[in-house]
């Protein structure tokens, strides 16, 4: 599993290593910043600890091994989506994690890499010409049932992630362009049966009150209490814009600290980094971001492989869209989904995946020469 000659590490990306943990522990500490009082930046550097062992047994195993456990591996985690349900601790209203003593394991993160590896391990296979109609099939239903469970929990912003990488990974594999014009067309299709069948009334509220804050008619928005549907984007805004040019200063925020605004720790840590260090914080956090997903993109194009390429760019598209989808929350533009900052969000969970997929981008990277 883990044969590898050390020549290789001369051609080690170690900015696909440095740029993460650099990302982990700015965020934790504004994870501390914004809580002092608790212990969440001390579990934040304990599963730090445990997400960099993972990372450098996955750099270091062979990732065409993979080919061969991926279904095992995909299999175990719809087992762990399933125990979850039936064992799992609610927290904020979702039975999404398996309590294991003084750790919470959220099975859904985990899920995610261990979908990619199922898609990749699918969609590489050879073939002549685009994707067939049945193989998109197959491949929508090895993503529809993971999803399937996760919206069970109910974890809907969860689930939403799952659809970039599945779009993504079929545009590369040779998706025809009329196929592409259908998925829209069913993309839409799904969002207007969803929003009469699937979301609950208090999700529709966040969207209908995104699009309140868009067009900025806010009179009528509830800014002082907790339960009102505008609060935290509010709250969140204002983090922001009180940043200026250079921030507070670390530690010196004010809406984490004085307790403003909810779920600063994971949702919203990107308001407290731009309320502390301003437009200057914000920017050097986008930078390290944007230099993280272009060693990716670039490890992608250098894979020996379509497997390891698409491993790579599957893991892209949700880094990407957690970005994305995160930010725009932070900035009133998008409906709040509890969706993470990757790295800068407190959970462990999500660290420990994100850092299994680079390890694997690394192991793609080291081996891109290997016939």
């Known amino acids: 599993m883990f044969g590898i000659d050390t020549k290789f590490w001369r051609d080690f990306d170690w900015l696909l290593a440095v740029i993460p943990l650099a990302l982990v522990l700015m965020g934790t500490v504004f994870i ?35 080919l061969r456990i991926a279904p095992f591996f995909y299999a175990f985690m719809l087992v ?48 002549r010409g685009a994707l067939t109609v ?18 069970m929990q109910p974890d ?17 594999s040779g998706l025809r362009k009329r196929m592409l014009v259908i998925a829209v067309a069913g993309a839409a299709v799904a969002v207007v049966l969803a929003w009469g069948f699937v979301l609950k009334p208090y999700q ?6 995104t699009m ?56 919203f840590i990107a308001s407290i980094l731009a309320e502390e260090t301003g437009f200057a914080g914000t920017i050097t956090m986008l930078g390290l971001y944007s230099i993280l997903i272009w060693r990716l993109t670039g490890v992608a194009r250098l894979s020996a492989d379509r497997f390891g390429s ?33 790295l800068l969000s407190y959970g462990g969970s999500s660290l420990l995946m994100m850092f299994m997929g680079f390890g694997l981008a690394i192991s793609v990277r080291l081996r891109r020469f290997v016939n």
């Open 310 to 342: 698409l491993i790579v760019m599957g893991l892209a598209a949700l880094l990407v869209f957690h970005i994305f989808v995160n930010l725009g929350m932070v900035v009133g533009l998008m409906p709040i989904m509890g969706i993470p900052l990757p």
């Open 134 to 151: 049945k193989e998109i099939a197959i491949a929508g239903v090895i993503v529809a049932v993971p999803c399937a469970l996760i919206l």
């Open 80 to 127: 762990m989506l399933v125990a979850v349900l039936l064992f799992g601790t609610v927290v904020n209203g979702a039975k999404a994690w398996i309590n294991f003593g003084p750790a919470n394991f959220q099975p859904a993160e985990l899920s995610k890499l261990a979908t990619i590896l199922m898609l990749s391990r699918f969609l590489s296979q050879p073939r």
């Open 212 to 267: 309140t804050l868009m067009s900025g008619q806010t009179a009528n928005v509830d800014t002082q209490s907790r339960r009102g549907q505008g609060y935290q984007s509010i709250q969140s805004m204002i983090a922001v814009g009180s940043g200026g040019p250079f921030g507070k200063g670390v530690l010196h925020g004010t809406q984490g600290r004085l307790g403003f605004l909810p779920e600063r720790h994971t949702d």
């Open 32 to 66: 501390y910043s914004s809580q002092p009082e608790q212990v969440y930046w001390k579990k934040q550097l304990i599963w730090a600890g445990a997400s960099l062992v993972a990372f450098f047994v996955f750099a270091l195993t062979d990732y065409r091994k993979w």
């Open 204 to 209: 529709i509220e966040r969207i209908k009150m």
């Open 156 to 172: 809907m912003g969860t689930v939403l992630t799952f659809f970039p990488v599945l779009l993504t990974m079929l545009f590369l």
